[in-house]
C-alpha cells in the first residue's frame, strides 16, 4: 500500500474545490468583461448615431448585438442601417425584431417594428438569379452574390439586397466562368440568367492551376452608399409633424356695426400686441429624398382674447443634415377683443352721427378670411428611431378684408417618417 494515498485523500477535496472556484471566477471575469465590452459598444454606437456617422455607428452595435443579443440592441441596428440606406439589411433586420418583439410580448417595440417594415418595404431593392436546369445542384454549380455563396434553394427567387453595386458570379468545380454586376437603385428589380455552365477538361496531375475567384465588388461601392445615408424622409413615404409654440402676435382688425348709442352704423378699429401660444402640424408625402409636399396647419390663442388659424399647402425641405427650410400658402383668420369709442357713423335717413359720447365698450373684430404667407426655419435637435426633433420657428403674414395679422412664434416640433 502507497503511504502517500491516505494524505493524496485528504488534500483532494479541497484542491478540487480551489480549482473549480478558480475557474468560475475567470469565467465569470470573462463574462462581466464581455457584458461591459458590449455595453460600451452600444454606447458609443448610440452617440454615433445620433451624430449621424451612420459608417461607424453600425459595426459598434452589430459587434454589440453579437456579443450581447437584445432586442433594443438589434432595433437600433436595423434603425442604423435604414439611415445609412441599406434598406434591405435593414428591411430584414427589423422584421427578425418584430419576431422577438412578440415572441418575448413587447407590444410597443412590434408596433415600431411594423411600422419600420411598412415605410421601407417599398423601397427594397430586389434581385432574382435564374440558373439553367440543367446545372441545378450545388455539386455542379455555385451562385456566388458579393463572394458569398447563394443557397440553391434560393436561386430563381427574388431576394432583398441593398442598394448599389453587387457581383454575381457562377463557378463550375471550384472555377468562376461567369461573372456580372448588377447596379440597382431603391424599388428596383432586376432578373440575372447564368449561363449553362462550359464543360471544364481536368488539368493534368503534373500541372497546379491556381483557384480563380471572383473579383471583390468595386471598392468604394458601400462607402457611396455610406456618403449618401438617408435623410430623416426618404423618397416614398409619408410624413406627419406636431409641434408647439410660444410667441408674438400683432393683429389690426376693424369693423362696421350697430352704433351703441344710436341707431345707424358705425366703424370700430383697433390694434393689439398679444402673447401667443398654439400648436402646428404638418402631414405630407417625401417626394424626393429632401424635399417633404403637404399640408401645414397653425393655430393658437392670444392673450387680446382671441384665436389665431391658418392652414395651407406647404413645401419643407432638408437644407444639410441639421437644417429645415419651407414655405406655406396660407388660408385663415384671427380675432381680438378690444375697447373702442364710436367713431362717426350714419344714420338710416344718411345724416351723420359725428363721434359717440359714451365711453368705450368691449367687442369683438375679426380679421375675416385671410391670404397670407408662411415660412418655416428649423433646426434639428436630435435623431431618434421614429424621427427628429427640430427647434422651428413658423413665421407667418395674413391679409384679410378688415386688417392684417403677423406672427412670430418658436416653439419644438417631432417629425415621424
Not at 435593414?90 to 418584430?98: D, I, S
Request: proline share 6%.
Amino acid at each position: 500500500m502507497n503511504p502517500l494515498r491516505p494524505f493524496r485523500r485528504t488534500l483532494w477535496a479541497p484542491l478540487s474545490a480551489a480549482l473549480l472556484g478558480a475557474s468560475a471566477l475567470l469565467w465569470g471575469r470573462q463574462v462581466a468583461a464581455e457584458e461591459s465590452a458590449a455595453e460600451k459598444l452600444f454606447r458609443e454606437g448610440r452617440a454615433l448615431l445620433v451624430e449621424q456617422r451612420f459608417a461607424e455607428a453600425c459595426p459598434k452595435l452589430e459587434e454589440s448585438q453579437r456579443l450581447e443579443p437584445s432586442l433594443g440592441t438589434k432595433l437600433n441596428v436595423a434603425f442604423c442601417h435604414e439611415r445609412l440606406g441599406d434598406v434591405a439589411t435593414a428591411w430584414v433586420g427589423f422584421q427578425e425584431a418584430l419576431t422577438t418583439a412578440r415572441t418575448e410580448g413587447d407590444a410597443a417595440r412590434e408596433a415600431f417594428a411594423r411600422s419600420r417594415i411598412e415605410a421601407i418595404a417599398p423601397r427594397v431593392p430586389w434581385l432574382r438569379v435564374r440558373v439553367s436546369a440543367g446545372d441545378a445542384g450545388a455539386d455542379q454549380v455555385a451562385i456566388l452574390i458579393d463572394g458569398a455563396a447563394l443557397d440553391p434553394v434560393a436561386w430563381d427567387k427574388e431576394l432583398p439586397v441593398d442598394p448599389g453595386e453587387h457581383v454575381v458570379a457562377a463557378a463550375h468545380r471550384g472555377e468562376v466562368f461567369w461573372q456580372t454586376t448588377v447596379a440597382l437603385r431603391e424599388s428596383e428589380r432586376a432578373d440575372v440568367a447564368v449561363p449553362p455552365a462550359a464543360p471544364v477538361e481536368p488539368a493534368p496531375a503534373a500541372v497546379s492551376r491556381p483557384e480563380q475567384r471572383p473579383t471583390a465588388p468595386r471598392a468604394g461601392a458601400r462607402e457611396a452608399r455610406s456618403a449618401r445615408a438617408a435623410a430623416p424622409g426618404a423618397a416614398g413615404g409619408f410624413v406627419y409633424e406636431a409641434g408647439v409654440l410660444v410667441g408674438f402676435l400683432w393683429l389690426e382688425a376693424g369693423k362696421n356695426d350697430g352704433c351703441i348709442t344710436r341707431y345707424g352704423t358705425c366703424s370700430f378699429d383697433a390694434e393689439t400686441d398679444s402673447f401667443l401660444a398654439g400648436a402646428t402640424g404638418f402631414v405630407g408625402y417625401t417626394a424626393m429624398e429632401r424635399l417633404d409636399l403637404g399640408l401645414r396647419a397653425q393655430i393658437g390663442l392670444h392673450s387680446s382674447e382671441g384665436i389665431l388659424f391658418a392652414l395651407g399647402p406647404s413645401a419643407s425641405y432638408l437644407l444639410g443634415e441639421r437644417f429645415r427650410v419651407g414655405s406655406t400658402l396660407l388660408f385663415g383668420t384671427a380675432t381680438h377683443t378690444a375697447e373702442v369709442y364710436e367713431q362717426g357713423g350714419y344714420l338710416p335717413d344718411g345724416s351723420s352721427t359725428g363721434y359717440g359720447d359714451e365711453g368705450p365698450v368691449e367687442t369683438d373684430l375679426p380679421l375675416g378670411f385671410s391670404l397670407g404667407l408662411g415660412a418655416e426655419l428649423g433646426m434639428k435637435l436630435m435623431d431618434s428611431p421614429a424621427g427628429s426633433l427640430f427647434l422651428q420657428a413658423t413665421p407667418l403674414f395674413l391679409v384679410g378684408a378688415d386688417g392684417v395679422a403677423a406672427s412670430l412664434p418658436l416653439g419644438v416640433a417631432y417629425r415621424w417618417n
